[in-house]
């Protein structure tokens, strides 16, 4: 079990900033918010470790709402199959989790998840590294800036590696980052819309893709517009 399960609520600080060894993580990660309410989480410095199979850095879950989590400046480094540094599976697409993160630097087999009708911000990320979708912005609205996104080749839920993927009309604006692997902006099945601008795309393969499947998701959008031109699926 992860050592910080969440209560409606209730908060949480962890600081770290002065701690330079690496803290192991528990079995299945660090914080879980399963089906409560009003729940901020902050965490500050530290460098974190898993071997994390199916696990999750932090998890929220099906019937978590009003929910603030808050990185500044945390290391955290996961080589175990499926894991994740934020996974939301289950969270409901009306629940409104919020998410800021600040510098740091983030190794996983799959990166940050944001699901439901919050508003994310990443800002400043020296590194993520997953060797499949690095973010995933589920019906959310996320802004991703001044950051370092590097992924693998794996296909994680039918999309492609991809530095920044978007699903559900999920809404991302990614300004001002470099960004290396096989895609840098993927549309799902579900739709949404990728804004990018000013960023560093030379080392991907290829620099936007949409899913080959768009008839199942009439009120879906698919949109990428990069510094301002428009594309679409064919």
Do not use: H
């Amino acid at each position: 079990a992860r050592p910080f399960n969440m209560t409606s609520y209730s908060s949480l600080t962890i600081n770290n900033m002065a701690n330079a060894q690496d803290i192991v993580v528990g079995a299945y990660g660090l914080v879980n918010i399963g089906n409560v309410q009003n729940v901020d989480v902050t965490i500050n410095g530290g460098s974190y470790v898993g071997n994390l199979d199916n696990g999750a850095f932090i998890k929220v879950r099906e019937g978590a709402d009003n929910v603030d989590i808050r990185l500044n400046d945390v290391t955290y480094v996961d080589n175990g199959n499926d894991s994740f540094v934020m996974n939301m599976n289950g969270v409901d697409e009306y629940a409104t989790i919020n998410v800021t993160v600040i510098g740091g630097s983030y190794t996983s087999f799959a990166g940050f998840q944001v699901v439901g009708a919050g508003i994310a911000s990443f800002s400043n990320l020296n590194t993520v590294v997953s060797n499949g979708v690095a973010f995933e912005i589920a019906r959310a609205t996320a802004l991703i800036e001044n950051s370092s996104i590097s992924v693998g080749n794996v296909i994680v839920s039918t999309a492609p590696a991809t530095c920044v993927a978007v699903s559900f009309n999920g809404k991302a604006t990614v300004t001002g980052c470099a960004l290396s692997g096989p895609t840098a902006y993927y549309v799902y099945s579900s739709g949404g819309k990728i804004t990018a601008s000013e960023n560093n795309a030379t080392n991907c393969d290829i620099e936007y893709k949409f899913s080959t499947n768009t008839t199942n998701y009439p009120d879906a959008v698919y949109e990428i517009y990069i510094n301002g031109a428009k594309y679409t699926p064919n």
